[in-house]
């Protein structure tokens, strides 16, 4: 796995303050994407041991609500794998911080994927510019969904997924 950026006290995407992990590769590649220089799995800088303990060091901090996976795309094939690992990791290290995930992927077809286990809310979706809303909380398009991944996960019926907030 590669990544472009960890963002440390992040308002912006989700719940709380926030550390953000921002990883390389994006088969989706969104009109108008707000960051197009992470679609290339192959760009940024590789994932390595000082990067998980500045995540590590950051989720540490009493104030710190949890942890964001944004890119890029996390659920991307050249970062599943190891997002699912570190996510494993985060869970077992911090099982008070949560984990905020952003992928273009709809939520039916991960639903069955075992990375899901580990993630709070989920905020699916390809970015539509048309369907494009400043005033959304966490998302950019109406076509967005913040699902509430542990309500959804509790249901009989775990294809239709809750809702985190209602805009």
Request: net charge negative; glycine share 6%.
């Amino acid at each position: 796995m590669r990544y472009h950026n960890i963002t440390k006290d992040d308002m912006l995407n989700g719940d709380g303050l926030r550390v953000v992990l921002w990883v390389a590769g994006c088969s989706h590649c969104c009109k108008d994407c707000h960051n197009p220089v992470t679609w290339d799995p192959d760009g940024g800088l590789p994932f390595d041991e000082a990067a998980k303990q500045e995540i590590f060091n950051q989720l540490e901090k009493p104030y710190i609500s949890g942890v964001t996976f944004s890119g890029g795309d996390p659920f991307h094939s050249a970062n599943r794998p190891d997002v699912r690992n570190l996510m494993a990791e985060i869970k077992k290290r911090f099982p008070e911080k949560t984990i905020w995930l952003y992928t273009g992927e709809d939520w039916e077809n991960i639903l069955q994927d075992a990375a899901v286990k580990y993630i709070d809310v989920l905020i699916d979706g390809e970015f539509m510019s048309e369907e494009k809303d400043a005033t959304l909380h966490w998302k950019g398009s109406r076509n967005q969904r913040v699902i509430d991944v542990q309500a959804t996960l509790k249901q009989e019926d775990i294809s239709v997924p809750v809702l985190y907030c209602t805009d």
